[in-house]
């Protein structure tokens, strides 16, 4: 039975599937084709989170957040002086806070 997957996997998905028999079609992406992958990769990866929180998807998403830092030829000390920039100006997720609204003064109905 064919499976159509359509999808980003890691480099050695398609050996593994060799190795038990399976006939396997793949193909690299471009440096282009790659970039819109990554984006798509990490939100399929947060919804399987948001379902099933487990230590094994964390370990995916930050394997595909290594990725995502080197195709975008980002830095990872520029990352992480954000993180901190970030947290100095608004705070970390410690507090367990969820906004449920503002009211805005400034801004009049018209």
Known sequence: ???????????????????????????????????????????????NFAKRPSEDEISDIFELMDAIIDKFNYEQMHIDYLKLKNREAKGGYTKNLFLISVDDERVGSE
């Open 1 to 47: 039975m064919k499976h159509t997957y359509n999808k980003l996997v890691r480099d050695r998905v398609p050996e593994i599937f060799e190795s038990n028999g399976c006939k396997v079609e793949y193909k690299a992406l471009s440096d282009a084709q790659v970039l819109l992958a990554l984006q798509e990769k990490l939100l399929e990866k947060a919804e």
